[in-house]
């Protein structure tokens, strides 16, 4: 059976204007390999509702999973959950368990709970929350989407709450080998290899250190006997160090 | 007049197996915003080319720019011009050009110009190429489509010889201020304030330091006297340094 596939939004202005790196998909991407969850997709997109909702329901679709990671603070430029709504056809409002969970917070913190933190209470209809064990304000999954924090510490958090509640597939096993020879003359023998093996990927990650071309040469596979197998053939084949 | 907008698609199954973490997007995100082309949308896929023609088809009708990074390399996972020429519809083979170029550059290093290394050389029908100073492996564009290398290095060169040659706009003008005061407590007049100045835009960016809350709001726009009244206006109404 084919592994689950799933995609990714990363919204949010700072990331495509250069001001900030994103690191949230580098994250999600090996979480995901890790479980057996084959994430196909991943687009960013700025903080304007046309391009959000098109891009929910683009994904959504097409994907089994589809996790977005950004814009569900306090302030006005936090419209993930108006967005989500508004892709889903329901309504957005604050609803009682995300603000009981928020009104606990600030209580114990001795922070008033005031409108702009009430925003975070609101929810679309029908979903379920996801926790926030750093700061409270709750992510939430609204039928296959999954949307969480766009805070790195925060979205790490509400994914590693989630993450077990899903039903992960086949995990991928890789081998990496780096080979001392330049991409060049090892893609014959590799593209051979590669058509061989139908059921591994080989992708080949060219380098250039102290002036001397190399690359890593990375087969993968859910099964772990054909990768290693491949492995050796390649090294026999190409020479190659297992890294 | 607007800005011309630009999208990036990354390919490469290593970005979305998190394997390798990518540094092209950043980089891309702050040299256009230095010259006034908008960076409107980013996606990332896999090496599939039924994904890569969709998504290339996609976003080159949808914006102005479309700059791509990633599989122009020799071996057989590097498919991207093959899947540039199916999305416009013309040829890719061989190009007396792009073959001159590599068999300098070989001749050179003293290497052989081998099979691999020639598909290098596969340029699409009525492409203009993009100049490699790194290892020559020349990038192109065809149409409005800038198809450049996945390796940071060379990217960063092709996009630097590639850049001059397309037309600007107003670069945005930026001021960032760290307001060491939770945003739940400067969301209400953070978008009053923003309400009040429909050309610029307000971004909050909240951060935890030493177990105290902060953000930074970035203030963006192409006026930059209007930018740095505001800045003003912000400080006085709720304090923060800027940064």
Chains 1, 2 share one sequence.
Do not use: W
Request: some cysteine; hydrophobic content about 45%; overall charge negative.
């Amino acid at each position: 059976m084919p592994n689950p596939t799933a995609a990714m939004l990363v919204i949010g202005d700072e990331i495509l204007s250069g001001r900030t790196r994103d690191a949230n998909m580098h994250h999600l991407a090996g979480e995901l390999t890790k479980v057996g969850i084959d994430l196909k997709e991943v687009r960013v997109v700025s903080d304007d509702p046309t391009a959000i909702v098109a891009a929910v329901n683009a994904l959504r679709s097409a994907f089994d999973h589809l996790f977005t990671s950004g814009g569900i603070g306090p302030t006005h430029d936090d419209i993930t959950a108006d967005c989500i709504a508004a892709a889903f056809g329901v309504e957005n409002g604050v609803r009682d368990d995300a603000r009981a969970v928020l009104q606990a917070h600030y209580d114990r913190e001795g922070i008033e709970l005031n409108a702009a933190r009430l925003r975070m209470a609101r929810i679309p209809e029908g979903a379920a929350l996801i926790d926030n064990p750093v700061s409270a304000a709750p992510g939430f999954t609204l039928g296959n989407v999954h949307v969480m924090a766009g805070v790195p510490r925060i979205f790490a958090a509400m994914l590693a709450g989630l993450l077990p509640s899903l039903q992960g597939g086949a995990p991928v096993i890789s081998q990496t080998l780096r080979i001392e020879r330049a991409e060049g003359e090892i893609a014959g023998p590799l593209g051979a290899m590669a058509a061989a093996h139908p059921a591994l990927s080989f992708g080949s990650y060219p380098y250039q250190r102290d002036g001397r071309f190399g690359a890593n040469v990375v087969i993968r596979g859910q099964d772990g006997d054909a990768v290693a197998a491949a492995a050796r053939d390649l090294v026999a084949a190409l020479g190659g160090v297992p890294v």
